[in-house]
C-alpha cells in the first residue's frame, strides 16, 4: 500500500479547494448535470491512469523503493491523482501525475489555450463562458547519476462544450502531448535508441507524424534567453483533431505505452556508471536549466501556477537539486560542450 | 527596471551585442549625438558605482576571497560592470551589478514602464519611439551558512525625452528602488536591526517613506502561487519623482550605503554558527522558493529575459544551489514553521 500523505495547504482558486481523499478513486470523472463525461472522456481516463500505472512499475522496479500517492478532487469539478518518488536509490525525483479538470472559461481563456477563435467551428461569439474539459497524464523523471538523462511526458485530452449563452455551437475537441529526453551527457545511441522507439510508434499510425512532431518538439523546449533547448526533443503535438478521435486515442495510447521502452533502458544501462564531482556538478547546472525553461516557457506551468492549479502537483517537474554558476562556459570539444551543442544545434537523430 | 525591458522583443536586436571590454571604463555614459548624458545622470552613476565599491569591499573583507570582474559595453548604448565572487568562504554567491541603458521604446513599453501615459506630464501621443536611459545598481548576496539572511538591493534612475516626432514634451525622470531581507531562519533580533536600519535612513529624508516603502516590498516580493512573500521584506519604491531629483538622489545615496551596516553584520555574527544536514536542506527550500519569486514574477527579472538583457548578470540573483521535494511541510511550532509563518504574515518588525 502506498503512503498517504497529509492534506497539503489549502488554496482557494478558480476551482474550489482541493479536497484530500483517502485513496485515489476508481473514476476522477463524474456523471450528472455537475459533472462532465463522454465516452472519450471514459476511455482516455483509462488510458491515463493505466500508463501511470505501467511506468510508475517499471521505476518502481528499477529503483526498489515506492511511489507515494495523493488522491485529491475540487468542488468546482475534477480530480488528480499524484505519485511521487523522492530521494530514491536510482531516482532523485519521479513524479507521475493524472489529473482531470473541468469548468467554465472566458472566451479569452479559451481563445488563448486553442490560439482560435474558430476551433472545430465552434466559434464562440464573446459572449459567454466556454465549459470545457481537460484530462492527461504528465511525468517528469530525473535520475540521479548523471549519465542518465531525464524523462518528461505528457498526453492530454481536451473537450469543450457550447457557450452558455450561444445555441447551436458543436462541441470542439482535440489531443496533444509529448515524450522528450533531457540528458546531461551524450550518449548518442541512447539518443538514437529514444527517437527511433517514438519514431516507430509515430510511424504505425502516420508516417508524417515523427518528422512533424520531432521538429515540433525542438520548437517548444526553446530556453529562448539561452539560445540552447533544455534537451535533445522527442515529439511534441497539440491541437490535433484533424481525423477520427478514435485513431488519436490510439496514437496517444501507443505513445503513452512507449515511454518505458523508450526511457526505461537508458537508466537501467547508466544509473551505475562511474562519474566525478565535476560531472554532477554539470548535472545540476543542466538543472538548473530545466527550472528555467519550466519556470519561464512552459505552458502547463505558467498557465498552471497563475490560475490556480495544484501547486504541488505543478512544480513536481522540478528536480530535487539545481546549480547556477556565473557565466559557466564549457571548454570546446569537451563532454559537456558536446550535449551544449547539440541542444543548440538539433540533430536528426535516426 | 522595466522600461529597459519592454524596449524590443527580441534579444540583441534593440541594443546589439555585448561587447567585452578590458576593464571598468571611468564612465559608462557616452556623450554627443549617439550617447545620453545629463547632470543626474552623471551624479546617479557616481553614486551606483561608488556604492557597488562598497558593497564589494565589504563582502570581501568578510569573505576573504575577491570578486571577478566583467565589463561590456553595447553599440546601441551602455554598458555594465558586474562583479562575481562565487563559492567563497563564506558566501555561495554574491552578485554586485552597476548597468547603464539607453536607446529608444515604442510607446506602449514606456506606458507599460511608467503605468501612465502622463507621467510628468510627458503624454506621448501614441506616435513616436521614446529615447529613454536607465542606471542601476543591483545585487543579490547568498551566504553559505544557513543561519545567514540573503539580501537583495536595486537602485535605479530613468529619465525619457521627448518622443521623436513630438515636439515640446517635457522630459520625464524618476528613481526607483529597495533593499530586503531573505533569511532560511528567523532571529528576531537580525530582522529588527535590518528594518531599524532602513526605517533610520528612510526617516532622516522623510518620515511617511518607511511605512509606505515597507508595504510596498511586503506585496511586491510575493510569490503568488504559494501565497507567501519570498522572504521579510525591506523597503521598495518606483516611479519616484514627487519632489526635487537632488533630494530622491540624495535618498538613494543614503539607501545605497545603509546596504553595509544594515546587512553585513548579520552575516558577519551568523557566518560560523553551527548548523544540521536538515537546516542546509531547508535554507535550499528556501533557494527554490528565491527561484520561483524571480523567474516567475521578478520584473527586472523576466523582461530582461524576454528582451534581451545580458542574461549571465540577470540571473546572478539565482543561487548556486537550490532544491525543491515534494509537498514539503515544515512541522507546526518548528523554526522553519515560524519562518514561512513570517512570510505569509508580515510582521511589524520596528
Known amino acids: 500500500p502506498r503512503a498517504v500523505a497529509a492534506v497539503s495547504e489549502k488554496r482557494k482558486d478558480a476551482f474550489g479547494e482541493e479536497k484530500k481523499l483517502a485513496e485515489a478513486p476508481s473514476s476522477l470523472l463524474k456523471k450528472g448535470p455537475d459533472g462532465w463525461t463522454s465516452p472519450m472522456c471514459e476511455k482516455f481516463e483509462k488510458v491515463i491512469r493505466q500508463v501511470q500505472d505501467e511506468v510508475c512499475a517499471a521505476i518502481e522496479e528499477l529503483d526498489g523503493k515506492k511511489f507515494r500517492e495523493d488522491s485529491w478532487e475540487r468542488e468546482g469539478g475534477g480530480g488528480g491523482i499524484s505519485r511521487v518518488l523522492q530521494d530514491g536509490n536510482v531516482f532523485e525525483k519521479a513524479g507521475v501525475n493524472v489529473s482531470v479538470v473541468y469548468g467554465t472559461m472566458?472566451?479569452?481563456?479559451y481563445r488563448a489555450a486553442t490560439g482560435s477563435t474558430e476551433k472545430n467551428g465552434a466559434a464562440p461569439g464573446g459572449a459567454g463562458?466556454?465549459?470545457f474539459f481537460a484530462a492527461g497524464v504528465s511525468s517528469v523523471v530525473h535520475p540521479k547519476n548523471p549519465m542518465a538523462p531525464t524523462c518528461h511526458f505528457n498526453y492530454r485530452y481536451f473537450e469543450t462544450n457550447v457557450p452558455q449563452d450561444v445555441e447551436g455551437a458543436p462541441r470542439a475537441w482535440w489531443f496533444g502531448g509529448g515524450t522528450d529526453l533531457t540528458p546531461s551527457y551524450l550518449f548518442d545511441e541512447d539518443v538514437k535508441h529514444f527517437h527511433q522507439t517514438l519514431k516507430d510508434t509515430c510511424d504505425q499510425h502516420d508516417e508524417s507524424f515523427y518528422p512533424r512532431f520531432k521538429s515540433w518538439c525542438d520548437d517548444y523546449f526553446m530556453i529562448k534567453h539561452r539560445g540552447e533547448r533544455r534537451g535533445l526533443g522527442g515529439i511534441f503535438f497539440d491541437d490535433m483533431n484533424d481525423r477520427?478521435?478514435?485513431?488519436?486515442?490510439?496514437?496517444?495510447?501507443?505513445c503513452g505505452k512507449a515511454v518505458v521502452p523508450a526511457y526505461i533502458p537508458l537508466v537501467a544501462k547508466r544509473k551505475d556508471e562511474p562519474f566525478t564531482e565535476e560531472q554532477k556538478a554539470w548535472q545540476q547546472l543542466r538543472r538548473g536549466r530545466y527550472v528555467e525553461f519550466n519556470l519561464v516557457y512552459d505552458?502547463?506551468?505558467t498557465f498552471g501556477l497563475k490560475t490556480g492549479g495544484r501547486i504541488e502537483s505543478i512544480l513536481m517537474s522540478l528536480p530535487l537539486t539545481a546549480r547556477w554558476e556565473y557565466d559557466h562556459q564549457p571548454e570546446e570539444g569537451s563532454e559537456e560542450w558536446k550535449l551544449l551543442d547539440a541542444c543548440k544545434n538539433p540533430k536528426d537523430w535516426v
Chains 1, 2 share one sequence.
Open 299 to 301: 505552458r502547463g506551468t
Open 106 to 109: 472566458p472566451p479569452e481563456a
Open 244 to 254: 477520427d478521435a478514435e485513431e488519436i486515442l490510439a496514437f496517444s495510447t501507443a
Open 129 to 131: 463562458r466556454i465549459p
